[in-house]
């Protein structure tokens, strides 16, 4: 019998990440998740209904701070996860549709 190792999942709810306030709540959503050393983190961004450039930057920069064996997923509308895919950045993180939980892919994985 091998033992399986519990993963934790961190949720960063990020209802509109626009603006001062909303960026700096998910910014410090993703480096409190980060902090606690273990388990993956899911980026809820189901109610944003348009990603600027600084959260990208955020979430660019958590994926790249990731350490080894842990994962980040953002979970965002059909419009931005199919966004994502198309530029690619399915390929630095997992990106989830959460109308329908099913994974958007540039490369027709899932």
């Not at 899911?42 to 660019?60: E, K, P, Q, S, Y």
């Not at 059909?78 to 490369?107: C, H, K, M, Y």
Request: hydrophobic fraction near 45%; charge should be negative.
């Amino acid at each position: 019998m091998s033992a399986r190792r519990a993963v934790r999942l961190h949720v960063v709810t990020a209802p509109d990440p626009r603006g001062p306030e909303g960026l700096d709540a998910l910014r410090r959503g993703i480096t409190e998740a980060l902090d606690v050393g273990a388990g993956d983190i899911r980026v809820d961004l189901r109610d944003a209904h348009v990603i600027d450039g600084a959260c990208l930057a955020v979430i660019l920069r958590a994926a790249s701070s990731m350490p080894t064996g842990r994962s980040l997923t953002v979970a965002a509308s059909a419009d931005i996860a199919r966004s994502f895919a198309e530029w690619r950045l399915d390929t630095v993180f997992d990106v989830v549709d959460v109308a329908t939980d099913q994974v958007a892919s540039s490369t027709g994985r899932e």
